[in-house]
Each structure stands twice: as structure tokens, then as C-alpha cells.
């Protein structure tokens, strides 16, 4: 099964690296995915899946079936999303779309889940068990396309027993994957903050309640919820990006505004981490006689991937790989919305290595110099294919 696989890949490789070369230059941000959806749709078409339909406005899910289809049921999730970012790389698929860019790979991820949708459906008496394929918008925004695909059914008939999705990583070279069984990516949350005091002349500090140095103490005292409150066994994060006090040399302004992300992998203390972070800054700020409006926004879950599925799926990697190509991960803290998958159901969320430094290919996602090593496509969608037929042809009847 794992030549038949290779051999189906490497001769999909440049169809589906036009595909990807097409999705990139025509990159449409979450949520806004409606001519990528039906390009992908177009491919469903004439590749014969005929079993889909669109879901979450901009999204698709298809089933392949083969044989005994009852058995169980895996899905593999690829997203559509592209980012509000100006591409700078000079290449020939450059976005046509100005502003607009695939700089995570979601590119990447839809154009191989199309190469493993193609794979899979030429391998259907190859296998016990149905693939459900689940194209996903709007993975880059809020509340995220993931939960909104959950709650129109994409999991339920046929309900999805294990999921799997991939996402390119830049820090692993090209012809690599990573694995973490357990906890591997972040909750992550964002706080928007105004304190207000009582601005006025520079000189004159005792006439006017300085919202900048009462600010500049609650930022520091928000430091000990990740170094005395929170548990030293737990990953937490608590930044702030953006701070605004627009006085002047000689003026102080009425307010302070601050926005930053609070990031961690466990549910009761993301909860706890709310609330104590609300206390100090309202405490210390109503103190020094200033008010504090504060909002914490939630964001995705943490990202938990099943131990035995993750296992499997690595032993799997190793066969279709090689050991020396499958990486064990650390955890992430970044965030992804496939979290909501995986507080449904098994989950797997593995990386594909996409960096090449002799073709200086090394950029992080999210930055417009983002781009991949397209020798990851074919190992991308063949391994997509692997470790669900694989997982199916394993499991029980
Ligand atoms: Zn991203
Ligand atoms: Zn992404």
C-alpha cells in the first residue's frame, strides 16, 4: 500500500503543485473562501467524489467510502484561509490579491488534502472504512471555522470517529514531519484594557490622576500571574503587544489603552487566570484612583492530540518516512482551531517540514516572505493518505 501511495503521489505531484500555485495566487481571507471553495469543488468533481457538500458557507465536506464503509470512519482536515499581508516574495505565484496572502500554508494544507482526496479515492477497494474530507474556512479568525463546521454536523453522518489534520512547519526541513502525543498547542485569549485617570499639564502631576504610571504598575503586577500565581507545571504565556498613551512630553493623557494574549494548556486554570488577571488590574488601578475597563476575549481551545491515535500515527509516519525523518515536537504555543476537533473526538494535528535553506526557504508563517519548499507536496499528500487508510485498514470491525 505504501509504494502504491508513493507512486500515486509523485505522479499527482505536479497537478496538485499547480493547484497550490493557483489557491496561492488567489488567496481570500476567513470566512470569504467562496472561489477557492468552488475551485475545490470543480477538482472534487472531476476527480469523481461526488458524495459533498458545502457547509459553513465557504466550506466543503465529501465522503469516499470503500469497502465495508460502516467500519469507521476517519477524516482529514485541510484549511482554506489565506491572511491580511502584503506578499513580498518575487515568485511566479505571487498573490494576485493585494494585501492578501496564504502566509500560514493553508495553500499548502487544501492542495494536499485535494492530492489525498485523489489518492484515497483511486485506493477505494483498497480499504475498509469512509474518509470524510473536510475543507475548512476561516481558520485565522474568530470564532473559527472549525467550531462553526461542528456545529452544522460536519462530524455526524457518518459521525467521524478520528480526525487528522497537517499543518506545514518552516522549522523543519522539507522532507520531515513532527509529532506530539498529549497536550502540543495553546488556549489563547485576548485582553483588551483602558484605564482612565485624569490628564492635564505635565507639570502639575498632583492636579491630575496619571492613567500612564498606574498602567505601567498593573503591566508589571500582571507579571506574577505567570510567575507566583500560575502552577510552575503549566505552560502560560502572558503578553502585551500594543499599548497606547497619547499625551505628550508635556501632557498627560486622560487614558491608557493596552491590548495583549494570554496563552495556556489547561481549561481550570485558563478560568482562574481570567479572573486574577481582571483583580490586579482593577485592584492596583481603582487604588490609584483611576477606573479600569478590562475584556478578556476567548479564543480556541488548547490542542490535545490523542495519545494512541498520535502514536499510531507516528508508527506510521516511520514506515511511509523513515525514522530519521519523524520528528518528535515540543510544545506550541500557538493556537489552532482544529483544538475544537480535538475536544470532540481522537485527534491528530501533525506538522509537515517545508524549509530548505539551499533554496533559502526559511521564512516563518506569518511573515510576507513566507513560503515553502514545494517538494513537501507530494510527501504532504501521500502521507495524508497513508495514515487514514492505514488507521482504517487497523481498526476492528
Ligand atoms: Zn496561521
Ligand atoms: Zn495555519
Known sequence: MINKIKTLAANLHEEIRTVRRHIHQNPELSFHEFNTQQFIWNQLDDAGIMDKQKIAETGIVATIQGKNPKKQVVALRGDMDALPILEANDVPYKSLNTGVMHACGHDVHTSCLLGAAKIINLLRDDFEGTVKLIFQPGEEKLPGGASVMIKEGVLKNPEVNQIIGQHVMPLLPVGTVGFRKGLYMASTDEIYMTIRGKGGHGAQPHQNIDPVVVMAQVITALQQVVSRVASPIIPSVLSFGKIIANGATNIIPNEVYLEGTFRTLDEDWRAKAHISIVKIAKGISESLGCECDIEIRKGYPFLMNDPQLTQNA????????????????????????????????????????????????????????????????????????????????????
Not at 470532540?344 to 521564512?363: D, H, M, Q, V, W
Not at 510576507?368 to 519548499?373: A, E, G, H, K, V
Open 314 to 397: 507516528k508508527d506510521n509516519a516511520i514506515a511511509y518516512l523513515g525514522k530519521e525523518n519523524v520528528i518528535d515536537l515540543d510544545i506550541w504555543m500557538a493556537a489552532e482551531d482544529f483544538s475544537y476537533f480535538s475536544q470532540e473526538l481522537p485527534a491528530c494535528f501533525y506538522r509537515l517540514g517545508t524549509r530548505n535553506e539551499a533554496k533559502n526557504i526559511t521564512s516563518h508563517v506569518h511573515t510576507p516572505t513566507f513560503d515553502i519548499d514545494e517538494d513537501a507536496l507530494p510527501i504532504g499528500m501521500g502521507l495524508m493518505a497513508w495514515l487514514a487508510l492505514a488507521e482504517l485498514n487497523r481498526l476492528p470491525f
